[in-house]
């Protein structure tokens, strides 16, 4: 990856598919999901804190995901998002869609 | 460090603190911030590393706050609105902020203010029959030839508030503080005023079937009401 920094607007219309995907294996807070996000990219990406939250209240908002507060003992208490149904179903779309773009760009460049 | 994270993101989240949704925001951001931080110090970086490099991971905060409910911002943040002239029966202004709100010629019949701040705002020739001012802040509004016939005001803040030439009969104004509030030339038949205070009240008017058992007020406000013959038997000067 040396001399590579992955553009972030490449990966910025993305980042919902990708919230989405994390959420399918289980519920999570935010951080979890940043630390994933940047362990997953081999440390290529860093996700941005206002970025995933503007993502996450958005896919809220549209009924993507849903989020109850913990009842953590210990520390800060930590807010959870779960993937819905239609969650589902729009990741799916996504991937549809993102497999289908990689096609023809991998094509054209 | 704890304490220099806390107040950075209070710098940050300060024009936007009145919003729920933007609190809730900052308590989560805060928690992650703090665990990264631990973490970063964790795998041997020092104090000002650690603190720096949580700093810059949280972006551009702007962009949250685009994006929690627009509608709830826009509805929250409305200083200086003005609705002169709508049509709004039964609408929902819960808990908002109207700082210098116009709601002037307006029809607003049956609509919610409810623990909302209308400071300065002014309702002039408007009708608030059945509105809901159940713990608004009114400091100093002007709601003047309006009908508020069942309109409602319990816990509501009526400082310097002004009611000139407005209908308020039959409204009920029980165990409130009324400072400096303006009820001048307004329609005042069966409103009462059981048990609250009146500190510098002014009613210039027929205050004859007006109600004020067991209210307390000052020696102006008293004169003032007897002078416009008041039935203030029951009355506790102070």
Known sequence: MTGL?????????????????LLLKGDKYGYEISKLVHSGSNGGYELKEATMYSCLKRLEQEGNITSYWGDETQGGRRKYYRITDKGKTTYIDNKNNWEYAKRILDNLI | MNEK??????????PY????????????LFNDLQEKLND??????DEDTAYN???NSIGEVSEIIESIHTKTCELQQMVGMDFSKSNLPNSDFKAVKVLDGKFNYSNLQGSDFSHSDLSNSSFKCSNLNHVKFDGTNLTDAKIEKSSLKGASFKNSELKGTIFKYSDL???????????????DYSGLKGTTFRHAVLRNVSFKTDVKKAIFDGATMDK?????????RAKLDNVTVI
């Open chain 2, 5 to 14: 994270l806390k107040k950075y993101l209070d710098g940050i989240f300060a």
């Open chain 2, 220 to 228: 102006l406000t008293y004169a003032l009401l007897k002078g416009y």
């Open chain 1, 5 to 21: 920094k992955i553009s972030s607007d490449l990966i910025r219309g993305h980042i919902d598919t990708i919230l989405l995907k």
């Open chain 2, 169 to 183: 009969s039959g409204v009920c104004f029980d165990h409130q503080t009324l400072h400096g509030t303006n009820f």
């Open chain 2, 17 to 28: 603190d009145d919003l729920k949704a933007v609190q809730e925001l900052k308590e989560e």
């Open chain 2, 53 to 55: 490099t949580t700093i």
């Open chain 2, 40 to 45: 970063l110090k964790n795998e041997g970086y």
